[in-house]
């Protein structure tokens, strides 16, 4: 089966320098490589996000899954059905294609040539921003439609389901996910079971990539640390299940969520493919063990 692999999220945005500053002042992302229009950030885990510039309305624009060949996933996209959002573009240090998910929301499908070296080949940077890029969000009113679509065509898999009915978030991982190198997480949330500011976001904005999460040892005091940065409020910190979440708003008013990492054992037992990590068996880095 082809593979995929979660690799990046680009975001649009209006002035893609202004945007990268005020990344860089506020969550003190690093700018791993400018390209026409274009701003790669980096933060402490392999996993970049892309500031994209141009006339779409300013948010996310699409999750980025890295193939061995855009061709051969085009194809294999193509021949299950999958409606495309553009035709493959050959711009030689990389070829790729769109296509849309179940919801109509787009993602794209990379390669790069095999000479070609990874374009993160550290996680660990010189400098920390104590921020690492946990996961993108796809916020539909039909959870188990949207899972079954990346399961059944992307290959990904549900690791944690926080309810057993899929109600409320769950997270998915794809078959290259380390929980080192690379671990960037597909999350899908849906009804029921919506907190206020989901259901309300998905009341305006149907389906949509709602949100991006950085997971930080204090989320507490990142989000003080990156208010008083100058990035935008959104929720204060709230004790949740053993986790911490707080909430701000990026350069384009992106919603970004803080979060605990999702502790080592309880991934480690998933991935020795063990059962889907649930409400009771989840723990996070620096619990009491
Ligand atoms: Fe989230």
Redesign the pocket.
Known sequence: MMQYTLDHVVIAVPDVRASASAYQAQFGSRIRLRAPGEAWLQHDGPAPLVLREGDEAPGIRYAAYRVDSAHAACDDLTSKGVRRAWDLADQGYVQHCGFYDADGLPFQVFSTPADEPRTWTTSRPAMSTALRF??V?ILTPDVRRAIQFYEQVLGLWVALAYQPDFSG?N?LIDRAFDDHEHNIML?I?GPPGLDEREAAYLATHGPCY????FSTADPAATYHRLVDNGAPPLYEPVDYYGNV?AWVEDPQRVHV?L?KPISTESLAGVLRGGPPLCFTTLTYEGDAS
Do not use: V, Y
């Not at 709602?210 to 999460?213: E, K, N, Q, R, S």
């Open positions: 946990h996961h969000n978030f997270l999350e949330t709602d949100h991006i999460c979440l969520e979060m």
